[in-house]
C-alpha cells in the first residue's frame, strides 16, 4: 500500500533509469540523508558520533570498497586491511611533505596509492580464482604489514612506531587532529562518504559495473562479448581499494587520530569482508547495512547489561558479545544467505501487495 | 535409391528458378574456414574441414553427438585455436582468431548451454552486448556526466528496440536466473543481437524447447536475417527447422565433414543418410 509505484509513469529513459526510480524510495533517502545531515549532530553526544556515527561511515566507505570487487566482480579479497593501511601511512607522509595543501586533498589523493597498490596486487586475478585468488590477496596482508612495520621511512622514523595526526585546518576550522571537535570531523566524514558513495552508485549502474557484473557471473561469455579480462579485474581491484584507501585515511586522520600496524592487520580485512556478506554481495545499500551490523551490534551488547541494571564484568560482557555476534551471524546468514540488502528486497515486494496479497 | 537420385536431380534442375542469390539477399563469401583441424590430445575434434558462409545467408551446420560443430563455432569465435587452417573473416586472414577480435569485428554468439549473466537483469545483459560500442571514461561514468550520460541513453533506446522484438517487455528487470528455459534462450539471442552483428553464430538455439517456442525462435531468425540482414551461422538438431531455414547445410561427422550443399542435396546425400540412420554392416 505504502510502497506501490502504480502510476508513476516514465516517460523518458532518463527518469527511468535514475538511481530511485520509484518516489517512495527517493523520499525515504531525502529522510535518511535529513537525519544524517541535519538530527544526528543535532541530538547526538560526542560519544555517540566518535564511536558509533564516524567508524560506521569510514568502514561503510571500505565496505563498498570490497563490495566493488568481490560483490560485483566476484574477485575474494582479504587483503583489505592492507590496503586501507596503504591510504593511511600515504596520506601520512603526503601530509609530511606538503603540510600546506588542505588535508582533504591528500586524503582523496591517498586513495591513488592504494589504488596503485591494489592494482600490482590484481595482477595475479588473471590467472587465479576464488580460494586461490584468496590466498594471494592474504599474502598482500601480510607483505603491506611488514612494510609498514619495517619500513620506518613510512612513520617519519618516530620512536613509536606509529603515525600520528598533527591539526589539520579548512577555513580556519580544525578537522583534524586533537583539537578537532567531533562534529566537524563527522561532517567531513559524511561529507566524503555520501560523494564517494554517489560515485559508486553511478560506476555500478554504467558501462562498468556491467563489465563487472559479467566477468563475475560468467567470464568465458563476458571474453566472447569482447570484454577484456585482465583490464576490467584490475579496474575492479584499483577502484575497489582507493575506496579502502579513502577510508583508511578517514580512519587515521577523522577518527582514530593515531595509527601503528595492529590498526590494519589481518582482522580488519575480515571484519570488512563480514560486512560485505552480512550486507549483501553486489549491493551498495548492503555494505552500509553490513557496517551498520556488524560495527554497532557490540556497541549495543556492551551498552545492554548497563542498561538493564545487571552487574557483570567488563571481561564477561566482552566473551558475551564475541559469542552473541557470533551467534547473530550465523542465524542471519541462514535466514538469508544473501545478505541483508536481500532481505530489503524482499521486504519491499511485500509491502507492494500489503495488505492485499493475491 | 535411385529414386532419390533422380529426386534430387529434378530439385538441382529446379534449384535456379528458387535461387536465393537471385534476390540479392545473398551475397560475397563473409567468412572461409581452410582446412581446419583441431584436437584435444590425442582426440581429434575436427580433421581437416573447409566451408565458406556468404554474406546474408542461413548457413546451418548439423551432424550427430560430438561430431565437432561446437567446437567448429568456438573456432570461428577464436575461443578455441586451431592447430592447423585458417580462417579468413571479411577479407582478412585471423589465425589464429581471438575473442575480443571476433567481438570487435562483428561475430556474435549464443551458447548451447545458455551463459546468461545470471545476477543481472535481461535489461542489464542485453546491454552487456553494446559494451564495445560504449566508450565513455570512467570519469565520466562516475560523474554521470557527457558521455557516461549520453551513451546509456541512446544504448537503452537500442535495446529496448530488441526487447520489443523479442516481446520480452515483462520481464525486462526480472534477475535471468528465475526466468524459465526458454526466455532465457531469448534472451540470449537479443543480448547477440545488441552487438548488431554482422555474422551471428547460433548453438542449438532451440534444443530443449516445445514446438510453439521453437516456432517463435524461428520467426525470430527469420526476422533478424530478413530485415537486419544479418549472417546466420546455426547449429540445430531438428531436421524439420534446419531444412526450412537455411540456405545451405554443412554436414560433420566425427570431425570430418560429410556433406555440403543446399538443404535437398544434402538430405539426399547416401553419406549423410548413413551418418544418421546408420549402415547395415554384414
Known sequence: MLYRETGQFKTTYLADMAIFPIRQDYFLMIGILLFAYVIAPLVMNDFWLNSIMIPTMIFALAAIGLNILTGYTGQLSLGHGGFMGVGAYACYKLTSYFPDVNIIIHIFLSGFFAAAVGFVFGLPSLRIKGFYLAVATLASQFFLEWAFGRIAWLYNYNDSGAIEVSSRTLFDIPIAGASAEPVTRYFVVLAIVTFLTWIALNLVRGRFGRCWMAVRDMDIAAELIGIKLLPTKLLAFSVSSYYAGVAGALMVFMWLGAAEVESFDINHSFLILFMVIIGGLGSILGSFLGAIFIWNLPVLLRAIPDMIGVNIGAATVEHMTFMVTGALIIFFLIVEPHGFARLWQITKEKLRLWPFPY | ?282
Open chain 2, 1 to 282: 535409391m535411385n529414386d532419390t537420385v533422380s529426386n534430387n536431380d529434378q530439385m538441382a534442375a529446379g534449384a535456379p528458378a528458387v535461387d536465393p542469390t537471385a534476390g540479392g539477399r545473398i551475397g560475397d563469401v563473409i567468412l572461409r574456414v581452410n582446412e581446419i583441424s583441431l584436437s584435444f590430445g590425442g582426440v581429434k575434434a575436427i580433421n581437416d574441414v573447409s566451408f565458406d558462409i556468404k554474406k546474408g545467408e542461413v548457413r546451418s551446420i548439423i551432424g550427430p553427438n560430438g561430431a565437432g560443430k561446437s567446437s567448429m563455432l568456438n573456432c570461428i569465435n577464436g575461443f578455441y585455436q586451431p592447430q592447423v587452417g585458417h580462417i579468413w573473416y571479411d577479407g582478412v586472414d585471423y589465425t589464429p582468431m581471438r575473442p575480443h577480435l571476433a567481438a570487435e569485428n562483428g561475430i556474435a554468439r549464443t551458447f548451447q548451454n545458455i551463459a546468461l549473466f545470471k545476477g543481472m537483469s535481461t535489461l542489464d545483459n542485453i546491454m552487456t552486448g553494446r559494451i564495445l560500442k560504449q566508450k565513455a571514461s570512467l570519469l565520466e561514468q562516475a560523474l554521470y556526466i557527457g558521455r557516461g550520460k549520453s551513451e546509456e541513453l541512446e544504448h537503452r533506446a537500442f535495446v529496448e528496440d530488441i526487447i520489443d522484438f523479442l516481446e520480452i517487455q515483462a520481464i525486462r528487470r526480472t534477475p535471468v536466473g528465475r526466468l524459465p528455459y526458454g526466455l532465457q534462450k531469448r534472451v540470449e539471442l537479443g543480448r547477440a543481437l545488441a552487438a548488431e552483428p554482422t555474422l551471428l553464430l547460433l548453438d542449438e538455439p532451440m534444443a530443449g524447447m516445445n514446438l510453439e517456442e521453437k516456432e517463435d525462435m524461428s520467426r525470430y531468425i527469420i526476422d533478424v536475417n530478413e530485415q537486419y540482414g544479418t549472417t546466420i551461422a546455426l547449429i540445430e538438431h531438428d531436421m524439420g527447422v534446419v531444412m526450412d531455414l537455411s540456405d545451405r547445410v554443412v554436414v560433420l561427422d566425427h570431425g570430418s565433414k560429410l556433406a555440403d550443399g543446399t538443404p535437398d542435396e544434402v538430405s539426399a546425400n547416401q553419406n549423410v543418410i548413413d551418418a544418421y540412420l546408420g549402415v547395415a554392416h554384414e
